[in-house]
Nanobody, 120 residues
Framework: QVQVVESGGGLVQPGGSLRLSCAAS????????MGWYRQAPGKQRDLVAI???????NYADSVKGRFTISRDNAKNTVYLQMNSLKPEDTAVYYC??????????????WGQGTQVTVSS
Protein backbone atom coordinates (compact mmCIF):
# COMPACT_ATOMS: atom_id res chain seq x y z
CA GLN A 1 0.00 0.00 0.00
CA VAL A 2 1.17 3.52 -0.81
CA GLN A 3 -0.32 6.26 1.33
CA VAL A 4 -0.46 9.91 0.36
CA VAL A 5 -0.97 12.59 2.99
CA GLU A 6 -1.51 16.31 2.36
CA SER A 7 -0.94 19.18 4.76
CA GLY A 8 -0.82 22.96 4.76
CA GLY A 9 -4.36 24.02 3.97
CA GLY A 10 -6.22 26.71 5.85
CA LEU A 11 -7.93 30.07 5.72
CA VAL A 12 -6.18 32.95 3.96
CA GLN A 13 -7.22 36.40 2.80
CA PRO A 14 -7.40 37.26 -0.89
CA GLY A 15 -3.93 38.07 -2.19
CA GLY A 16 -2.30 35.89 0.42
CA SER A 17 -0.17 32.77 0.09
CA LEU A 18 -0.23 29.17 1.24
CA ARG A 19 2.10 26.24 0.74
CA LEU A 20 0.69 22.74 0.50
CA SER A 21 2.79 19.64 1.07
CA CYS A 22 2.13 16.05 0.10
CA ALA A 23 4.17 13.03 1.14
CA ALA A 24 3.89 9.53 -0.26
CA SER A 25 4.90 6.65 2.00
CA UNK A 26 5.20 2.89 1.75
CA UNK A 27 7.50 0.60 -0.18
CA UNK A 28 7.90 2.82 -3.23
CA UNK A 29 10.25 1.86 -6.02
CA UNK A 30 9.57 4.89 -8.18
CA UNK A 31 7.12 7.74 -8.59
CA UNK A 32 6.42 8.86 -12.14
CA UNK A 33 3.92 11.63 -11.52
CA MET A 34 2.73 13.69 -8.59
CA GLY A 35 -0.01 16.20 -8.94
CA TRP A 36 -2.48 18.47 -7.23
CA TYR A 37 -6.19 18.55 -7.97
CA ARG A 38 -9.00 20.55 -6.44
CA GLN A 39 -12.71 20.22 -6.00
CA ALA A 40 -15.04 23.05 -5.08
CA PRO A 41 -18.54 22.35 -3.70
CA GLY A 42 -20.85 21.12 -6.42
CA LYS A 43 -18.09 20.93 -9.00
CA GLN A 44 -15.91 18.19 -10.45
CA ARG A 45 -12.34 17.53 -9.39
CA ASP A 46 -9.97 19.41 -11.69
CA LEU A 47 -6.24 19.31 -12.28
CA VAL A 48 -4.31 22.20 -10.73
CA ALA A 49 -0.69 21.25 -11.38
CA ILE A 50 1.25 18.12 -12.21
CA UNK A 51 4.90 17.21 -12.32
CA UNK A 52 6.23 14.18 -14.18
CA UNK A 53 9.76 12.84 -14.04
CA UNK A 54 11.88 14.34 -16.80
CA UNK A 55 9.25 16.83 -17.92
CA UNK A 56 8.33 20.41 -17.20
CA UNK A 57 5.40 20.94 -14.84
CA ASN A 58 1.95 21.58 -16.25
CA TYR A 59 -0.57 23.98 -14.77
CA ALA A 60 -4.22 24.78 -15.17
CA ASP A 61 -4.64 28.08 -16.99
CA SER A 62 -6.40 29.55 -13.98
CA VAL A 63 -3.32 29.20 -11.76
CA LYS A 64 -0.46 29.87 -14.19
CA GLY A 65 1.85 32.55 -12.86
CA ARG A 66 0.44 32.24 -9.34
CA PHE A 67 1.05 28.62 -8.31
CA THR A 68 4.30 26.67 -8.43
CA ILE A 69 4.62 22.91 -8.08
CA SER A 70 7.90 21.39 -6.97
CA ARG A 71 9.08 17.95 -5.96
CA ASP A 72 11.64 16.44 -3.60
CA ASN A 73 12.34 13.00 -5.01
CA ALA A 74 14.44 11.94 -2.03
CA LYS A 75 11.46 12.52 0.27
CA ASN A 76 8.72 11.38 -2.15
CA THR A 77 7.15 14.76 -1.51
CA VAL A 78 5.49 17.35 -3.70
CA TYR A 79 4.72 20.95 -2.82
CA LEU A 80 2.31 23.53 -4.15
CA GLN A 81 3.22 27.14 -3.49
CA MET A 82 0.10 29.25 -3.97
CA ASN A 83 0.47 33.02 -4.25
CA SER A 84 -1.98 35.80 -5.04
CA LEU A 85 -4.83 33.61 -3.90
CA LYS A 86 -8.35 34.43 -5.02
CA PRO A 87 -11.73 33.47 -3.57
CA GLU A 88 -12.26 31.20 -6.57
CA ASP A 89 -9.27 29.13 -5.43
CA THR A 90 -11.36 27.95 -2.49
CA ALA A 91 -11.65 24.16 -2.69
CA VAL A 92 -10.50 20.89 -1.22
CA TYR A 93 -7.06 20.18 -2.64
CA TYR A 94 -6.09 16.58 -3.30
CA CYS A 95 -2.69 15.10 -3.96
CA UNK A 96 -2.16 12.21 -6.37
CA UNK A 97 0.88 9.99 -6.86
CA UNK A 98 1.44 7.44 -9.63
CA UNK A 99 4.32 5.03 -9.78
CA UNK A 100 5.56 1.55 -8.92
CA UNK A 101 5.61 -0.11 -5.51
CA UNK A 102 7.04 -3.38 -4.23
CA UNK A 103 7.32 -6.02 -6.93
CA UNK A 104 7.07 -3.21 -9.51
CA UNK A 105 3.30 -3.27 -9.13
CA UNK A 106 1.72 0.00 -10.26
CA UNK A 107 0.01 2.29 -7.83
CA UNK A 108 -2.26 5.32 -8.19
CA UNK A 109 -2.88 6.82 -4.77
CA TRP A 110 -4.92 9.79 -3.57
CA GLY A 111 -4.71 11.74 -0.35
CA GLN A 112 -7.67 12.58 1.85
CA GLY A 113 -7.65 16.23 0.81
CA THR A 114 -6.92 19.51 2.56
CA GLN A 115 -9.27 22.48 2.65
CA VAL A 116 -8.14 25.82 1.27
CA THR A 117 -10.44 28.76 1.92
CA VAL A 118 -9.73 32.21 0.50
CA SER A 119 -11.93 34.81 2.15
CA SER A 120 -11.77 38.18 3.82
Amino acid sequence: QVQVVESGGGLVQPGGSLRLSCAASGIILSINTMGWYRQAPGKQRDLVAIITSGRSPNYADSVKGRFTISRDNAKNTVYLQMNSLKPEDTAVYYCNAVGQRTGWAPFNSWGQGTQVTVSS
